[in-house]
């Protein structure tokens, strides 16, 4: 019985026309494998030249395909990355080249130059001296010299940055930094070691600039998101810091450190959105309440307990609590002067307790470092107007109620002085007269401030029974008013000398 290979060998023996038509097979197909290599690569080429870079990769990434060991196909797929602005892809690719065609001057120093701006000295210097002994024309042999001095002096400023800031003389590392980024701009740990120069000068900015930029150099990069989200934290954007955290816990849901940090901010965020709903739908009350839990919980940032006391001063001027709202829209702004919803705040309260003087002045600052704010404006026009109406004529004062009395409130305090003042109560008539005019004031003053739209007119600072006041049409009350003829007494007037006290 014969073996296989002596089977075979009589085979082929007999019909040696199928050796040669195997050979013929076997060399058509690779003619046709390397025509369609060479056509990507040529189509490709054009496209590179063209600028349309997208569709110049595809064909590059063809011809890789086609012949894994093309050194050309991987050296024109590297070109297109480069220009893309892709050195990271274009890295393994100008290594293969490397690998597969050692002598490729242009490749090794393209690498060379990926990887010094990578901070990766040591190899890309290894580069350089490759080239620089494989008989390089002038041109190469010039760059290879200038990148190797220039990855040298690098070496020597990276020693000299660390240094300085071990020595926590941040100021000197962070310029030393500035001068190698220029050069080493895609490392990642030195755009790191500059964030942290710039936090301890306070330069938060640029420390979160250089932290992104970090973030997208290296690869799951969470320990640079956390410290991102921590500096939002710190400046009180809460909003900035929630979104941070969680790019952290994409990358690593099971981080702990990124995972307490989120917790912390997203049951901040909830009081202060709680808190400011609460203000948006008037429940002052409920607002004031929610912010001392945000107090609660971050008592360490400054910002929170500034923020929170000025929100409930709001809300202590919204709901009329005059004193409480003064004073600690006053504790506000003794740390952050120029808080303009303090001041604006302030106002209001000042107006409410009939301090014009101060009102117009807490206007005026804010006003002074926010010129178009229409609502300071408008509250400044007011609080004037309100001062130079308070030095006429006040109804509140009249009838000595507060500026946030309610109806009932004024008409009590109406009916106790309209007994005490009715004209019929004074026997002389030198009194009679004194009473009749005060009677005529108290009169006055509860129509004003028992109508809703004059009292709306008064507490704008536009006395609306007095025609200098009157910015356009009649005046209703012409004839009640004594200065108009206003005579409760006479007829025509809303009351009897026998004074009805309903």
């Known amino acids: 019985m014969m073996s296989p290979g002596t089977c075979i060998h009589k085979l082929l023996s007999c019909f040696p026309f199928l050796i040669v038509l195997t050979d013929l097979q076997y ?41 894994p060991d093309n050194y050309l196909a991987y050296y024109r797929r590297a070109t297109v990355f480069l220009a893309m602005g892709k050195s990271k892809a274009a890295l393994p690719d100008l290594s293969k080249v490397i690998e597969l065609k050692p002598d490729f001057i242009s490749a090794r120093l393209q690498r060379g130059n990926i990887l010094l701006k990578q901070g990766k000295l040591d190899e890309a210097e290894a580069d350089f001296k490759k080239v620089l002994k494989s008989s390089p024309s002038q041109q190469d042999e010039k760059e290879a010299m200038t990148q190797l001095k ?222 178009n704010d229409q609502q300071i404006r408008e509250g400044l026009e007011r609080a004037q107007r309100l001062l130079k109406q308070s030095k006429k004529k006040d109804y509140y004062k009249i009838l000595g109620v507060k500026r946030n009395a309610n109806k009932k409130e004024i008409i009590k305090a109406y009916r106790k002085l309209a007994q005490q003042w009715h004209p019929d109560n004074f026997p002389d008539e030198k009194e009679k007269k004194a009473a009749e005019k005060k009677f005529i004031d108290i009169a006055a003053a509860k129509e004003v401030l028992t109508d809703p739209e004059m009292r709306q007119k008064f507490d704008a600072g536009e006395d609306p029974l007095d025609p200098e006041s009157q910015q356009g049409g009649g005046n209703p009350f012409r004839q009640w008013n004594t200065w108009q003829g206003f005579n409760p007494f006479g007829s025509g007037g809303p009351f009897n000398f026998k004074f009805n006290f309903n």
């Open 27 to 67: 060399e058509g197909a690779e003619c046709g494998i390397h025509a369609e290599v060479d056509r990507h690569l040529e189509m490709g080429k054009k496209l590179l030249a063209a600028g349309q870079l997208a569709d110049a990769l595809s064909h590059f990434h063809a011809a890789v395909d086609g012949d």
């Open 150 to 371: 220039r990855a040298d002096e690098l070496q020597r400023l990276i020693t000299e940055a660390r240094k300085a800031y071990s020595n926590k003389d941040f100021q000197t590392a962070a310029v030393l930094l500035d001068n190698i980024l220029e050069s080493c701009l895609w490392d990642s740990e030195l755009r790191e070691l500059r964030a942290e120069c710039y936090i301890e000068q306070g330069d938060l900015g640029k420390a979160i600039s250089d932290l992104k930029a970090s973030t997208k150099l290296k690869s799951d990069n969470t320990q640079a998101f956390y410290k991102i989200s921590r500096i939002y934290y710190q400046l009180g954007d809460h909003e900035m810091s929630l979104s941070e955290i969680r790019e952290c816990l994409k990358l690593d849901q099971d981080n702990k450190q990124c995972f307490s940090h989120y917790k912390q901010v997203k049951k901040l965020s909830k009081q202060i959105e709680s808190a400011e709903e609460h203000i948006r739908s008037g429940r002052y009350t409920d607002g004031i309440s929610k912010y001392q839990s945000v107090m609660s919980t971050e008592p360490n940032v400054p910002y929170y307990t500034t923020h929170a006391k000025e929100r409930i001063c709001h809300c202590l001027s919204k709901s009329q609590q005059v004193r409480e709202a003064i004073n600690l829209c006053t504790e506000v702004l003794e740390k952050d002067p120029a808080n303009i919803n303090a001041l604006k705040d302030r106002a209001e309260a000042y107006i409410l307790d009939e301090q014009y003087e101060e009102a117009i002045k807490d206007y005026e600052t804010a006003q002074q470092n926010s010129e």
